[in-house]
């Protein structure tokens, strides 16, 4: 069933569409992840021209996010003043990201930021997921007593002024590294199309100390409305949102995404995470490669005059 | 009597007719193209996959099909031009980065090139640089300062490319030619088509000289749904953005409580 998109303006295979944002949704049910650093690429290998993807993508991470969220607020497991904090870092980080967007693609370069952006990150954060699960799986396999984690400490981060207190993570922090974290997931999230909560779940563990049981909900919250902004601004400034595009992934993502949470339930948590850091290596692989080895076709061909 | 006064006033200028008429008017061509299109406009729909457009038409002459070299048709049909930029990958510090650019002020986003025989061998250089008709001609200005020492490599990128991605096409023997007199072209159009005024051309050609050309212009558009969602993304985007975010929240919100109907039972 072909269809005719009136924004990227080719014709696609709408089951093939509402496939992919299925197999992403399958993605964010069991593992918790937007699915941003996986449908951009597909997008792009199916033939939609990058610029739109990255933007249309945005819009669909707003579509899954959102449905998150509200599981999450039911469940009373957001902490909203932090989501709001990190929200105010992100609007600037992402209004800087885009200008950085624009800057880079005027140089010619944007590709191959985002590809590096793609390889440093998604090999670090694969990396240490692997390692972690590993060590998680190995720790249950001996079943030994699980040493009890010291929570509550007090690092650099904690010593700057401004603190505010979040009562839902029980904290107690400067709201200076809260900005800084949500900054650089807007800047990131501007730059590599994806909400970037791939990145923001390891920095509010590691970085903020946040209990892991807010963690989802609150990143899934500022990413709602990151990506959101991200989408609306992409839609004025450069008109690459394609709605229709949207609405067929968004279909196969929010199925996807329930048969997915119904599929994790039933799975071993540990074997899940192996799965998606292997996933993620797997995907970051693959763009190192094209890095270093010669492509095939050296030249290439983007739409408009650049002075 | 003034049927007769008439006759007399324009017998003298009938008679001298034939002798005058030949440097005067511009000399009408011996053998002359009357052409038609099976559509001339392409409709955009949702469903929209590609679509086929037949140009045919017939050789119109007072006299007898000529004898030596036979007739050769050529059909080109082009796409809206765009302005574009070309660039080259080279290998710095161990990994592929992109270094020369070449700008294209005027590119035709789709074109085909229909002959009945191969268009080398009909078509001289210098006819084809006052037609722009081969392929590397269609393609009309470089813009903007220019970057790179040799900028044909680029050129013929931007040309391998269009090939392989299949909107540049030279179908060598794709116009067939009945008795000299009728001829007809199938020209596939991609579903990857841009909106806008298309251009046909047809050449007429007898030893290597363009005897009679035809122009007729095909518009593509979109239609319905398609229109309407452009349009507004372009002169709307604002609401365009809030509509895509709407339906993006209801639909997360839509799975949510569905999913919640058939969780409880």
């Known amino acids: 069933m072909q269809i005719y998109l009136p924004i990227a303006e080719v014709a696609v295979n709408a089951l093939v569409l509402i496939g992919l944002g299925g197999i992403v949704g399958l993605m964010s049910g069991l593992f918790g992840v937007g699915g941003g650093f996986l449908i951009t690429p597909l997008l792009f290998f199916i033939g939609i021209p990058p610029a739109i993807a990255v933007a249309t993508g945005a819009n669909q991470v707003v579509a899954s996010s959102f449905s998150g969220v509200l599981a999450h607020v039911k469940r009373k497991t957001v902490d909203f003043r932090m989501g709001w904090v990190l929200l105010a870092g992100g609007l600037v980080g992402s209004s800087a990201g885009v200008l950085l967007f624009n800057m880079l693609s005027r140089l010619g370069q944007v590709d191959l930021v985002v590809q590096l952006c793609y390889v440093v990150f998604l090999g670090l954060i694969g990396a240490m997921m692997l390692q972690e699960s590993l060590r998680a799986l190995h720790r249950a396999r001996r079943s030994g007593p699980i040493k009890p984690m010291r929570r509550h400490q007090h690092g650099w981060v904690h010593k700057w002024p401004w603190k505010m207190k979040f009562r839902a993570s ?47 909900g609150t990143s899934l919250f500022q990413i709602t409305f990151l990506s959101a902004y991200t989408t609306l601004m992409h839609a004025v400034s450069s008109n690459t949102v394609d709605v229709m595009l949207a609405v067929l992934l968004i279909v196969g993502g929010v199925t996807g995404a329930q048969i997915g949470t119904h599929l994790g339930a039933r799975l071993r948590a540990e074997q899940l995470r192996i ?33 | 009597m003034i049927r007769h006064a008439l006759f007399a006033v324009l017998a003298p200028v009938l008679l001298a007719l034939p002798a005058n008429a030949q440097p005067a008017i511009p000399e009408q061509p011996p053998e002359q193209i009357v052409a038609g299109l099976s559509r001339d406009d392409v409709d955009i729909t949702t ?11 017939a050789i119109k002459r007072e006299t007898r099909i000529p004898a030596g070299e036979p007739l050769d048709v050529i059909v080109t049909l082009e796409g809206p031009a765009q302005a574009l930029t070309v660039r080259h990958k080279e290998r710095r510090l161990g990994i592929w980065v992109n270094t020369g650019r070449v700008s ?61 991605a299949d909107v540049y096409r030279q179908d060598d023997g794709a116009v067939r030619l009945a008795e000299e007199t009728l001829f ?82």
């Open chain 2, 104 to 164: 294209i002020g005027s590119a035709p986003s789709f074109y085909v090139v229909a002959t009945t025989r191969p268009l080398h061998l009909i078509l001289p250089a210098a006819e084809d640089q006052r037609h722009r008709i081969s392929i590397p001609l269609a393609m009309r200005a470089f813009a903007g300062p220019m970057e790179v020492e040799d900028a044909v490599p680029y050129t013929e990128a931007l040309i391998r490319l269009r090939r392989a």
């Open chain 2, 184 to 265: 007809r072209a199938d020209v596939r159009l991609p579903a990857n088509l841009v909106e806008g005024v298309y251009s046909t051309r047809i050449f007429l050609l007898r030893q290597g000289r363009i005897i009679d050309t035809f122009r007729a212009p095909i518009e593509v558009r979109k239609v319905g749904l398609e229109r309407w969602l452009y349009r507004l993304a372009l002169e709307q985007p604002f609401i365009y953005g809030i509509m895509s975010l709407a339906i993006a929240v209801a639909a997360g919100w839509g799975a949510s409580a569905a999913f919640r109907l058939v969780k409880r039972p």
């Open chain 1, 275 to 307: 799965l998606l850091a292997l996933l993620v290596l797997g995907v970051c692989g693959k763009l190192a490669l094209d890095l270093f080895l010669r492509p095939d076709e050296l030249y290439s061909i983007t739409p408009g005059i650049l002075r």
């Open chain 2, 47 to 57: 469903s929209f996959d590609g679509s086929e457009i037949i140009i045919y038409g």
């Open chain 1, 170 to 216: 029980g904290l107690y922090i400067s709201s200076i590294p809260v900005l800084l974290v949500g900054a650089a997931v807007g800047v990131l999230g501007a730059i590599m199309g994806v909400g970037g909560g791939f990145i923001m779940v390891p920095a509010m563990i590691y970085l903020l100390g946040m209990p892991t049981k807010v963690v989802i």
